[in-house]
Nanobody, 114 residues
Framework: QVQLVESGGGLVQPGGSLRLSCAAS????????MAWYRQAPGKQRELVAT???????YYSDSVKGRFTISRDNAKNTVYLQMNSLKPEDTAVYYC????????WGQGTQVTVSS
């Protein structure tokens, strides 16, 4: 079993920055990919960024150039650095890790508001 613990969400003003963390623990063997999703009220969950085991990265058009996904293999942790935040970035952010199965974090709220 794998557990994911997210942290780093909060309230930030437009133009500000936040860094989300997702620490994985438990029976982790090979992580094939790590990703961040988000879900705004009344909307479907959408992919924000993903990173493969080989280091390839993908970003949605809405966050490209502002968000950066990274990972620390030694800590089994994935990060999402979010800069130049906009009110439309407000959502619950979830991390997702794929090993032999897919695991989701519990979600962390990010609110961008003045």
């Amino acid at each position: 079993q794998v557990q994911l613990v997210e942290s780093g969400g909060g309230l930030v003003q437009p133009g500000g920055s936040l860094r989300l963390s997702c620490a994985a623990s438990g029976s982790i063997f090979t992580i094939s990919s790590m990703a961040w999703y988000r879900q705004a009220p009344g909307k479907q969950r959408e992919l924000v960024a993903t990173m493969s085991s080989g280091g390839s990265k993908y970003y949605s058009d809405s966050v490209k150039g502002r968000f950066t996904i990274s990972r620390d293999n030694a800590k089994n942790t994935v990060y999402l650095q979010m800069n130049s935040l906009k009110p439309e970035d407000t959502a619950v952010y979830y991390c997702r890790i794929a090993t032999t199965a897919v695991y989701w974090g519990q979600g962390t709220q990010v609110t961008v508001s003045s």
